[in-house]
T-cell receptor
Framework: QQKVQQSPESLIVPEGGMASLNCTSS?????YFWWYRQHSGKSPKMLM?????GEKEEGRFTVHLNKASLHTSLHIRDSQPSDSALYLC???????????FGTGTTVSVSP | EAAVTQSPRSKVAVTGGKVTLSCHQT?????MYWYRQDTGHGLRLIHY???????EKGDIPDGYKASRPSQENFSLILELASLSQTAVYFC???????????FGPGTRLLVL
């Protein structure tokens, strides 16, 4: 069964600092990666998705993808207290059933 | 934005009792999903459906049944609730299996 591994499990970042999160899939058929953000007590919401090699930037958030290694990373610059949340990585494969989620990285931004 | 609602929002059930969780979406999406979330386990897929009157098993289907009577509605049924089924349950919908999933607010289930 496909696995999605995320690291680190948790991360403390000073306000204004950079947070870097990692995600790797073990399934060679994966062709799409997703990042969801879940604030405490809320439901997950899609943050960014990527399917092409390289980088994608949206505001303070940047996602990288290396398809050869099936590794994606999410970088949050100028971190704000509102960025404190659980970040879930998910992967999907053409013809696959549904997204497979990792166990997440908890980010805490300290003022 | 896509709308997915769940009911009830929280429930206390007794061991061995029957529990039904309901999900409704107004997005005209074909795919609907049920996940459970436990601390340290992220989101785990229980059942999903891509067409009315048909459901598929996810990764942890044991102890759960699902029903999709219409495109808009998807239910999760625990016939004999057990302590281990205490968790937060999320419903989600998407246009297809490689499209953004929109989640409902979740149902917090406590089995005593």
């Amino acid at each position: 069964q496909q696995k999605v591994q995320q690291s680190p499990e948790s991360l403390i970042v000073p306000e204004g600092g950079m947070a870097s999160l990692n995600c790797t899939s073990s399934d060679r058929n994966v062709d799409y990666f997703w990042w969801y953000r879940q604030h405490s007590g809320k439901s997950p919401k899609m943050l960014m998705s990527i399917f092409s090699n390289g980088e994608k930037e949206e505001g303070r958030f940047t996602v990288h993808l290396n398809k050869a290694s099936l590794h994606t990373s999410l970088h949050i610059r100028d971190s704000q207290p509102s960025d404190s949340a659980l970040y879930l990585c998910a992967a999907s494969a053409q013809g696959g059933r549904a997204l497979i989620f990792g166990t997440g990285t908890t980010v805490s931004v300290s003022p | 934005e896509a709308a997915v609602t769940q009911s009830p929002r929280s429930k206390v059930a007794v061991t061995g009792g029957k529990v039904t969780l309901s999900c409704h979406q107004t997005n005209n999406h074909d795919y609907m999903y049920w996940y459970r979330q436990d601390t340290g386990h992220g989101l785990r897929l229980i059942h999903y459906s891509y067409v009315a009157d048909s459901t598929e098993k996810g990764d942890i289907p044991d102890g759960y049944k699902a029903s999709r009577p219409s495109q808009e509605n998807f239910s999760l049924i625990l016939e004999l609730a057990s302590l281990s089924q205490t968790a937060v349950y999320f419903c989600a919908s998407s246009r297809d299996n490689q499209d953004t999933q929109y989640f409902g607010p979740g149902t917090r289930l406590l089995v005593l």
